[in-house]
């Protein structure tokens, strides 16, 4: 597929680009886009993001306004350098007939500017620059050419901006634009090609994702009825097939607890549904800890190798986190969720662990409550939202609460009407100091 490539400028740079661009026809679809100032490209880019997969940016001045535009599409900026320059000062001293010094140049780097002097043998006492940075304005550069001018210290004005031309020649200052090469032009648009290339081949990589509850052997084993484990397989197998689906995948079990989900790079890169949020919910669904592994490859068994390297150093450095293995075997870990709850299996306040093995609650229930509680963002929690996030019945989560209640450690803070008719609800609080 060919990448959608907006070039924006002034009209004579996108013109001059599309023609080079002709060269790549078969390998880009280019898309144009002319402003008068370059301030308008924040607008431009934003309102036909959805048109473009990649964009080239006619000068490094376009920076700034397409940060502004917010968009997070692979962007070019094409280059102004020596070459740039020398085409110009060709034009100025061998076309016109015009001195070479007295000159005021902007944007370029002071350093390309001499080098370009001393290779040409000019000398360069009487040429002023003004670098671009980041923190340069559009005006501050107007300015700096105006003033030079009407000190008298300079003769001609050169800059890389189209807008700046225009309003110095409006002055009647004798002005000279830098633009890019041809040669510019053509290296990045090759930059571009390539990059998409390689973007685009490692999108379509395979991606294995290994998932493992520890532990469900041993309840296979002894703690279970065996319709209570087909219910929890059941439960964890629902929960995997629905992140599947999310990435366009497919899912197996390759042993008690232990499934492997197979998509593409691109399709986990692009989910609006994390890792994150499958460790979350396997966390909801059973009190087992629960470890990911994602690996990339060019093929199902390099992926597949991947994720179980991946999946052993998830498991060997904690419970509920994941890992991931690239092609190229670099290993990134542990993967974090902004907003993923997280919960511990134990607590080191041994009055709080009394109190909750007299109430019958576990401690890793407490502390998925706190976890959901601190999730809903006001300090409170309903019996309500409790069975739905630990997947129980609204009766045993209200037996729950009057338990922590009975041991002092939540308390009833307030009341909601019901959605439908009945009493109204409980508002809890719950914390070891609420």
Not at 224 to 236: A, F, G, K, P, T
Not at 417 to 426: C, E, Q, V
Request: glycine share 6%; net charge neutral.
């Amino acid at each position: 597929m060919k990448p959608r490539t907006g070039i924006i400028g002034p009209n004579d740079s996108v013109r001059l680009i599309s023609e080079i661009a002709a060269e790549y026809k078969d390998r880009l679809q280019i898309i144009p886009f002319i402003y008068q100032k370059p301030e308008e490209a924040a607008d431009i880019v934003h309102k036909n993001q959805h048109l473009v997969d990649q964009w080239i940016l006619a000068g490094p001045a376009i920076y700034k306004s397409f940060q502004k535009s917010g968009v997070k599409q692979p962007f070019f900026i094409l280059k102004l350098d020596g070459s740039s320059l020398t085409k110009t000062l060709v034009d100025i001293g061998y076309n016109d007939k015009k001195s070479l010094e007295n000159i005021s140049i902007d944007m370029l780097a002071e350093r390309d500017i001499l080098e370009t002097y001393r290779d040409l043998g000019i000398p360069s006492k009487q040429i002023y620059t003004q670098e671009f940075t980041k923190e340069t304005q559009l005006e501050d550069l107007l300015s700096f050419h105006q003033k030079l001018f009407q000190d008298k210290k300079v003769e001609i004005c050169v800059t890389c901006l189209r807008s700046i031309y225009d309003q110095l020649r409006l002055q009647n200052i004798p002005t000279y634009r830098v633009t890019p090469t041809r040669s510019n032009i053509r290296e990045t648009l090759s930059t571009a090609v390539q990059k998409w290339e390689t973007m685009h081949f490692k999108q379509s990589q395979i991606a294995a994702i290994l998932v493992k509850v520890q532990g469900m052997e041993k309840k296979e084993d002894h703690n279970m009825v065996s319709y209570d484990l087909h219910r929890l397989n059941l439960e964890i197998q629902a929960a995997i097939l629905q992140f599947a689906e999310s990435i366009s995948g497919s899912f197996v079990t390759i042993g008690t607890g232990v499934f492997v989900i197979f998509s593409t790079r691109g399709s986990i890169q692009e989910t609006d549904k994390p890792i994150g949020s499958l460790l979350e919910t396997l966390a909801i669904i059973t009190d087992l800890p629960a470890n990911i592994g994602i690996g990339y490859g060019d093929t199902a068994l390099t992926a597949e190798e991947n994720a179980r390297l991946a999946l052993n150093h998830a498991q060997n450095y904690d419970s509920f986190c994941a890992f991931l293995v690239d092609n190229d075997g670099t290993i990134e870990g542990p993967l974090k969720e902004q907003e993923a709850i997280s919960f511990q299996y134990r607590t080191e306040n041994k009055e709080i662990s009394g109190k909750l093995k007299k109430s019958g609650i576990s401690i890793t229930t407490f502390n998925k409550i706190l976890s959901v509680q601190k999730r809903m963002g006001n300090g409170s929690i309903t019996a309500s939202q409790i069975a739905e996030w630990l997947k129980m019945t609204p009766r045993n989560a209200r037996r729950i609460l009057t338990g922590l209640v009975d041991e002092g450690i939540a308390e009833i803070i307030g009341e909601e009407a019901p959605t439908s008719k009945g009493r109204p609800r409980k508002i809890y609080r719950v914390g070891e100091g609420f």
